[in-house]
């Protein structure tokens, strides 16, 4: 099987190391967290693991991509 390097921000390796099993490897732990759903997509689990700092850099984040995405919306319908 291949593999493949991603870049991820600093404190989405903090969430994901923090989730990682002692025996998993960095694959392991985004399987895990992709396949296991709670409703949706797990991964939102790691919203737990961050900071409040960061987790309203993460909410500021994605009001902002929403809001674009609407002006996008919008603009091409």
């Known amino acids: 099987m291949g593999s493949k390097n991603i870049s991820v921000r600093d404190d989405v390796y903090r969430a994901l190391k923090a989730a990682k099993?002692?025996?998993?490897?960095f694959s392991d732990v985004i399987e895990r967290l992709l396949r296991s759903r709670e409703g949706e997509h797990s991964l939102y689990g790691l919203v737990g693991m961050l900071e409040?700092?960061?987790l309203d850099e993460v909410r500021e984040k994605s009001a902002a991509?929403?809001?674009?995405?609407?002006e996008q919306m919008e603009r091409y319908s």
Do not use: H
């Not at 991509?65 to 609407?70: E, G, K, Q």
């Open 21 to 25: 099993g002692e025996d998993e490897s």
């Open 52 to 54: 409040d700092e960061e």
């Open 65 to 70: 991509f929403r809001d674009s995405a609407d």
